[in-house]
């Protein structure tokens, strides 16, 4: 599988969940678990582009496919993703765990949705929970991400 | 591969079945992934209807023309499935073969009267939606047999789909789809039920949980009938 | 000097980290460390007749298993944290149980293998025998005590506290009306959404055992290590990394893993860490649960409160690690920002079956809130006087301050309201909420509110200008989200004249600042932020001292800006503070980094010893700040709601919040503090609830089930502020922390009564129990 761009193996245990893989055999640990039950979104990741719980995906699945994980925005000292960007100047971000679910949510919704209507992006953040910022501050880094003109989605290169 | 193998099951979407691996309590010996077969992910306009084939994704079939030309019902059905992250992987046959009696697909393909395509070693078979959900994630499908495509008639008017549900996404507490005249109930009994408009909740006996009582559930049947039929 | 900082809405440095994915919270820390998995109770109440860990121990990559009788402290008790002289019944758990479960969810087993995939694996092969006992759930099951909880706890009382102020009895029969209530007010859990997680490392050739740990207090969780272990507390780190989110439930200590995580790293000799999943989350972090408040109050014909008695039970758990701290916030706190002449609350804090309750964001000031505000609304009701005018009479005046309440904090003082401005409150919320929007089922709920923040023992701060003139501050509580080291940074960039971005803070490791409490009930800019006040003014005031020496001029005549030290008046005669960290540091060998300037051969500013007798080296200090006592924020928050009169589905039309948190650091991250709160706030009252069968197991123990809210669920919310600055602390803040949650309950209530006709007495609330309570069939 292609891991922000990179070819990386699957892991040969088939048990291993996508988030565990990316997290402690690639050590990308960005993608965080909340639930392993896909209903708070902290580990959502884009496959091929759109975004996934990876919690209910297995590693071996992921074979083929183009995984994108927040540390696949921004190369390391270059400049923040303009949804990374929005999140920080509206304070979209307070304990930071839910984060990097959210802005590849936000990603994958201003990729298919560039100019997103008030209802797309509500449906857009409804599927990721944030117990810190009551989401009116992630709402505002949505409209500022737009603002800034989020780029649609394009594959990571390396 | 089903056919040889004891206690498998399907991995498609997987958006309902690893979240039971991961709280352990489904364990089958054998997973079967079947989202690498090819052509089996399209959705396309067939005797009237929608048909939708085993690894459409929600999402597309969300975002399908088709669908919506021919079966807005549908679509608006979709954007009720949990979110659209969960929809971008789970599959519309996927939904149908875990047959969760709160979910809103199965009721939906029995109020249009649809059916199902499914395929074994021994060949293919249609099933109605009368005779597919038989029971609380049971169907009538064959332990070696995969559902390969599902087909949605038309309807272009006089539909609704409408449901309570505690937060924006969840399974609903009570759900209506109306489809002509015809109407079909989730969440109130064991498998999607018919149900007549004027008399909703005649022989229904839903059980209770911890968001709404029988009483709670045949109320709403009633409140959301009403609406469903009043435009 | 020139307060730049302070009061600016500055973006937070925290950001860029964690927005790119490199975050350190306690699971990403991997090195190499065993993974573990415990076994836990299923049944609420049980006596366990054996336990087998042969088959788990067979396991392949399993490396130890223990229960209580492989630990050599496995029959101690784990601590009681906050004693009190009426906590005459404390009970705590300990690491492993053995002979008695008291919960689902209670710890059986440690398992430790090289993954927690293995380690679960193994955990499904170790076979407890448990002997169910009868079991206590509610707190009135627990009142009527038919069952014990445990066996040397008569009535399941753990606490029984009485306070009086004035006679309430006397007033009562004078009153001219009298009203009875029963209220009864869940809270729920916290959630976090990084669950709890620790991981351990031992160094035998250092002698030094180091942990991370998703805490709330590391100093705490050091100085208990260093007990239990017979280590020097100079031998124990423990560090606070990133923190997703704590609301209370990681300020309970010593939950078992924190005690055998490390200790399995010390047997091992290999790194050990676990990290809970969500399921355990439900059932093994404290909760906080109900209280049931009998309530009668005597007012006059105008609805002045003329005396209040509030008789409650609080439900502890099973266990009291916590002491009765929520039960005393409570009772403090449900007079609020209200006059009340004579005022009684006694409480009992009762065992049932269920995981130990301590502070979950609000920490009993919902309860209290909600009971106040539901008596002033019947009052209103009664006498047919408008709610908020029932308000206005009642509320403490501006000129009263300070005002004393006559009962006790959590500090051990009495509570004394230090500033505030109540009234204001109130017409600022209600001009906020602006007209009733137009439409059938709509109602309105009003609730005022009083905090208790920035409590005590102490914090303190070390702070440094390094040669670069880059500063460099410490503090020990740690942060979940608050933006501490932001915030912290404001204040020491004022006192010291540089640009906040030039101040880098550290939080919660003991390697870099070893003293302190914690981080909870809304004191972090309170204290630390005090703390690193006065450390930092310590250090401008040495900077002032040492540049005085280089520049012939008086202390006095020398100002700190622009990363410079000059005289007044003269801006180009100065020195960088870069330059006077080297000048303050004495040496004899030039290292690099304009150290040369301070080498012997260089001026010397004056006769004498470099080093003046009680001085010391290095442009740094550390300083404390203990408050005398709580400070007391406030606020109104104000909704309109809509009830659909057939389904009971609540839209929150707009909901309004009125806040004095004294002055204001980060006007930004104030706004997020209170945003996430009220969202919590609305979660615990119309979606979530701990649903426990009558056998002690939690139904919903899954996010599917215990319904947080998403953003849909979420309406906007309009802030407006005002200042009653601390007279307590040279800041003049207040804490900020929980004011967003503490009256969503009561505000909720009151517009759902309003809008549907239905007395509202119990939180939370859910369409169900609307549904029930419209038909009469839900007996409450």
């Known amino acids: ?158 | 591969m089903l056919a040889s193998l004891e206690d498998a099951k399907v991995l498609a979407g997987g958006q309902s079945l690893i979240p039971l691996l991961n709280f352990r309590l489904a364990r089958p010996q054998h997973l079967v992934d079947i989202n690498r077969i090819a052509g089996l992910d399209r959705i396309y306009e067939r005797d009237g209807g929608v048909a939708v084939q085993a690894l459409a994704r929600q999402a597309d079939v969300e975002d399908s023309q088709h669908a919506a030309r021919i079966c807005p019902l549908l679509t608006s059905a979709i954007g009720l499935v949990a979110h659209r992250v969960i929809r971008n992987r789970g599959t519309v046959c996927g939904s149908l073969a875990h047959a969760d009696p709160a979910s809103e697909l199965p009721a939906v393909l029995l109020a249009l009267g649809g059916n199902v395509t499914v395929r074994s070693v021994r060949g293919e078979r249609l099933i109605a939606a009368e005779q597919l959900f038989t029971g609380v994630f049971e169907t009538a499908l064959a332990p070696d047999e995969v559902m390969v495509e599902a087909w949605f008639p038309e309807v272009v008017d006089r539909f609704a789909i409408l449901e309570e549900s505690r937060r924006h996404g969840d399974f609903a507490l009570a759900g209506v789809v109306r489809a002509g005249d015809s109407m079909a109930l989730f969440g109130v009994a064991p498998t999607p039920v018919r149900a007549d408009p004027q008399n909703p909740t005649a022989g229904l006996q839903p059980s209770a949980d911890l968001e709404a009582t029988a009483e709670f559930r045949l109320h709403l049947v009633r409140v959301l009938t009403d609406r469903a039929f009043a435009a | ?780």
Request: net charge negative; aromatic share 6%.
């Open chain 1, 1 to 158: 599988m292609k891991v922000n761009g990179v070819e990386r193996p699957a892991p040969s245990d088939t048990r291993r969940l996508l988030s565990d893989h990316l997290r402690h055999d690639l050590g990308l640990t960005g993608t965080h678990v909340g639930c392993e039950h896909g209903v708070c979104g902290c580990c959502t990741v884009l496959l091929d582009g759109a975004p996934v719980r990876s919690c209910l995906m297995l590693a071996v699945q992921a074979e083929g496919h183009e995984i994108t994980t927040i540390e696949g925005l921004a190369r390391d000292g270059a400049a923040l993703h303009p949804v990374q960007q929005a999140f920080h100047e509206c304070h979209g971000l307070q304990c930071g765990f839910c984060t990097p679910g959210f802005v590849m949510s936000v990603v994958g919704l201003l990729a298919q949705h560039p100019k997103p209507t008030e209802q797309e992006i509500e449906e857009g953040i409804a599927g990721n929970l944030c117990r810190c910022t009551g989401y009116a501050s992630i709402r505002r880094a949505v409209n500022r991400a737009v603002e800034l003109g989020a780029p649609a989605a394009r594959r990571a290169t390396s």
């Open chain 3, 1 to 780: 000097m020139t307060t730049r900082w302070f009061g600016a809405s500055v973006q937070r440095v925290e950001d860029d980290r964690l927005l790119r994915g490199k975050g350190r919270f306690t699971d990403d820390i991997g090195d190499g460390a065993l993974e573990c998995c415990f076994v836990r109770s299923p049944h609420a109440h049980a006596r366990i007749t054996s336990i087998d860990v042969s088959a788990a121990r067979e396991v392949p990559g399993v490396v130890a298993v223990y229960t209580a009788v492989d630990l050599p402290f496995g029959g101690v008790d784990l601590p009681l944290l906050i004693p009190h002289p009426n906590l005459t019944h404390g009970r705590t758990q300990r690491c492993l149980a053995s002979d008695v479960v008291r919960y689902a969810g209670e710890a059986v087993a440690f398992v430790i293998a090289e993954s927690r995939y293995v380690a679960e694996d193994a955990a499904e092969l170790v076979e407890v025998d448990y002997e169910p006992l009868p079991v206590v759930i509610t707190p009135e099951a627990a009142e009527r005590a038919e069952q014990l909880v445990h066996d040397d706890v008569p009535g399941n009382v753990a606490a029984e506290m009485l306070q009086e102020v004035g006679d309430v009895d006397a007033a009562l029969a004078k009153a001219p009306h009298r009203k009875k209530l029963r209220l009864r007010y869940e809270r729920g859990a916290a959630c976090s959404l990084e669950g709890r997680a620790v991981w351990a490392r031992w160094s035998e050739d250092e002698h030094k055992l180091t942990v991370y740990d998703s805490t709330q207090s590391p100093t705490s969780i050091r100085g208990g290590l260093a007990v239990l272990f017979g280590l020097a507390e100079s031998n124990v780190e423990v560090i606070a990394p990133d923190v997703g989110g704590g609301f209370g439930s990681k300020i309970m200590l010593f939950y078992p893993d924190e005690v055998l995580v490390p200790y399995a790293a010390m047997q091992l000799d290999r790194p050990v860490k676990w990290t809970e999943d969500r399921q355990e989350h439900f059932t093994a972090v404290n909760q906080e649960r109900a209280q049931v408040h009998e309530v009668e109050v005597g007012f006059d014909d105008e609805g002045h409160l003329l005396a209040l008695s509030d008789d409650f039970i609080h439900d502890a758990g099973a266990y009291t690690p916590y002491g009765i701290i929520v039960p005393i916030i409570t009772a403090a706190q449900v007079p609020g920002p209200y006059r009340v002449p004579s005022y009684r609350v006694r409480f009992r804090d009762m065992y049932t079956n269920a995981t130990a309750t301590s502070p979950y964001r609000g920490a009993g000031r919902p309860h209290a809130c909600f009971v106040m505000e539901r008596t002033l609304d019947a009052i209103a009701a009664d006498l047919k006087v408008d709610r908020l005018e029932v308000r206005r009479r009642n509320v403490i005046q501006p000129d009263a301050f300070p005002y004393d309440l006559g009962v006790v904090w959590q500090d051990g003082n009495i509570v004394v309201y230090d500033s505030g401005n109540y009234p204001e409150l109130l017409d600022r919320a209600v001009t906020l909420l602006g007209p009733k929007p137009a439409g059938d089922n709509v109602g309105t709920g009003l609730a005022v509110y009083v905090e208790g923040t920035g409590v005590g023992p102490y914090e303190g701060a070390h702070v440094q200008v390094l040669l670069s003139g880059k500063v460099v501050a410490a503090t020990g509580i740690p942060s979940q989200g608050q933006a501490h080291k932001t915030v912290w940074a404001q204040v020491v960039a004022d006192e010291l004249g540089v640009n906040v971005e030039d101040v880098e803070v550290t939080s919660g490791d003991t390697r870099r600042f070893p003293w302190g409490v914690g981080t909870f009930a809304s004191r972090g800019a309170v204290t630390a932020g005090n703390a690193m006040y006065v450390a930092a003014r310590m250090v401008a005031d040495k900077a002032r001292h040492v540049a005085a020496d280089h520049l012939e001029a008086n202390p006095d005549d020398l100002e700190l800006a622009d990363g410079r030290v000059r005289v007044k008046g003269s801006p180009d005669r100065g020195l960088s503070l870069g330059a006077v960290a080297v000048l303050s540091n004495p040496v004899r060998y030039a290292f690099g980094g304009g150290t040369e300037a301070a080498t012997q051969f260089a001026a010397k500013p004056r006769p004498g010893p470099p080093l003046r007798e009680g001085e010391q080296p290095g442009l740094e200090a550390t300083g404390y700040y203990s408050p005398p006592g709580s400070t007391w924020a406030s606020g109104c928050h104000a909704a309109y709601v809509r009830v659909d009169p057939k389904t009971f589905r609540l839209e929150i039309l707009r909901y309004v919040v009125v806040h004095d948190c004294g002055r204001v650091i980060n006007p930004l991250v104030l706004q997020g503090q209170i945003e996430g709160g009220v969202a919590q706030g609305i979660g615990g009252a119309f979606y979530e609830r701990l649903a426990y069968d009558d056998d002690g197991q939690l139904r919903n123990a899954s996010f599917m089930e215990f319904l947080m809210p998403y953003a849909t669920e979420i309406p906007p919310i309009e802030i407006d502020h005002i200042e009653t600055p601390s007279p307590l602390n040279p800041l003049g803040v207040k804490g900020a922390g929980e004011a967003g949650v503490i009256p969503v309950g009561a505000v909720l209530a009151s517009a759902i009564e309003d809008a549907t006709g239905i007395p509202i007495t119990e939180m939370p609330m859910s369409p169900l129990k609307l549904f029930e309570l419209s038909r009469g069939t839900n007996p409450g």
